[in-house]
C-alpha cells in the first residue's frame, strides 16, 4: 500500500510541510505520537512526531527538516506522489487532561510538535502560553497557527531580528519572574535547550515534560537504539515515550548518544545513497 502526499509546502529554506493520505493512522492519531515512513524500497525507516491530523479527511501531517540524505531525498517527493510506507501512530500520547495553565515550548523544528500539545490543550479549556525560539526571523513556523490556539504567544530569536532578542529559557524565566504559575512546561526541541529549560524549572518544582526523540530504527521497542536514561532507569522512547520528566532524565547520556551517528549521516549524505536493502554488486 502507498500513502499519497496530498499537500505539500515549503516553510522556511530547510523546513517543510507534508500532509499525507493515511485514514486509518488519522483515526487513531494523538499529540505526541509519530508516525515511521520509507520513501522508496531502499530508503531507511525514519521517525517524524505528528504536527497535526483531520480525522475527517483521513490525513496526516508531518513537519520535516532538511537535515540529511533520507530527508533530502524526501523534500524531492511533491504533492500528487506517493510514498512506500508510512506507519503508526507510535508512541503514547501525551498526557495533557486536566491541566489549567501550562507553557509549552518549542525550539525551532520542536515548534511543529509543540503545536498539537497546544492545539489540544486549548481545545481542554487549559490557559496556554506558548514560547517558541528561532535562529533569526526568517526560520519562524507556524506563527499563524499558534495563534489560534495560545492564550499567549512569545516569539524569540537569537539575533532578535523579529524584535524580541532572547533563548526561549529567558522568556521562560521572565514569565516565571513576572508572577505566572504553571501547572506544568512542556519543552520540545534540540537536547540542549530542553536540559536548560528543566533547569529553569527545577528549582521552583514546576513539572517539566520533554520530548525525546533519539534514533530510532523499529518504533516498538525490540531494537533498543532509542533508549534513554530516566530517574536511572533504562526506557525506550518509542513505546515508554517520547514524553518523559525532564527533570529525571539523564541528558549527559542523551547527548552523547545523539551524537553517535553524526559521522554516518555524513557519509550517507556524500555517497549519495543509503545502503539499507542494496548489495556490494549493486553499489
Known amino acids: 500500500m502507498a500513502y499519497k502526499v496530498v499537500r505539500k509546502e515549503v516553510l522556511n529554506p530547510t523546513i517543510f510541510l507534508m500532509e499525507v493520505e493515511a485514514p486509518l493512522i488519522a483515526k487513531k492519531a494523538e499529540p ?38 533520507t ?9 500528487g506522489e506517493y510514498l512506500l510506507d508510512f506507519a503508526g501512530p507510535l508512541g503514547t500520547p501525551t498526557p495533557l487532561e486536566g491541566k489549567k495553565k501550562v507553557a509549552v515550548i518549542g525550539g525551532g523544528l520542536g515548534t511543529a510538535i509543540a503545536y498539537p500539545q497546544a492545539k489540544k490543550l486549548h481545545r481542554l479549556g487549559a490557559n496556554v502560553t506558548v514560547i517558541t525560539g528561532f535562529r533569526n526571523k526568517e526560520l519562524i513556523i507556524l506563527e499563524d497557527e499558534l495563534k489560534e490556539v495560545a492564550d499567549k504567544l512569545i516569539i524569540a530569536t537569537d539575533d532578535g531580528s523579529n ?14 519572574d ?16 530542553m536540559k536548560f529549560v528543566c533547569k529553569v524549572t527545577e528549582p521552583y ?3 517539566t515534560m520533554v520530548s525525546m526523540n ?6 516498538t521497542g525490540m531494537c533498543g537504539g532509542c533508549r534513554v536514561i530516566v530517574g536511572g532507569e533504562t526506557k525506550f522512547a518509542c513505546v515508554d515515550g517520547p514524553d518523559f520528566d525532564g ?11 545523539g551524537r553517535m551517528f553524526a559521522d554516518y549521516e555524513k557519509r550517507s549524505c556524500a555517497e549519495g545513497h543509503c545502503r539499507i536493502g542494496r548489495t556490494n554488486k549493486e553499489d
Do not use: C
Not at 71 to 79: M, N, R
Not at 163 to 176: A, P, R, S, Y
Not at 214 to 219: C, L
Open 178 to 193: 513576572a508572577g505566572e504559575q504553571f501547572d506544568e512546561v512542556i519543552a520540545i526541541g534540540p537536547l540542549v535547550m
Open 205 to 207: 518544582g514546576i513539572p
Open 71 to 79: 530527508t533530502q531525498d524526501l523534500s524531492k517527493v511533491e504533492a
Open 32 to 69: 505526541g505520537q509519530f508516525i515511521i515512513l520509507r520513501i522508496d524500497e531502499y530508503g531507511e525507516r525514519v521517525p517524524f512526531t505528528i504536527n497535526d491530523y483531520d480525522r475527517e479527511k483521513g490525513t496526516v501531517t508531518i513537519i520535516v527538516q532538511i537535515v540529511g540524505k
Open 214 to 219: 533519539p534514533v530510532m530504527i523499529d518504533g
Open 163 to 176: 524584535g524580541n532578542k532572547g533563548f526561549v529559557t529567558d522568556m521562560l524565566q521572565k514569565e516565571i
Open 247 to 257: 527533570h529525571k532524565v539523564d541528558w549527559d547520556s542523551a547527548m552523547k548518544r
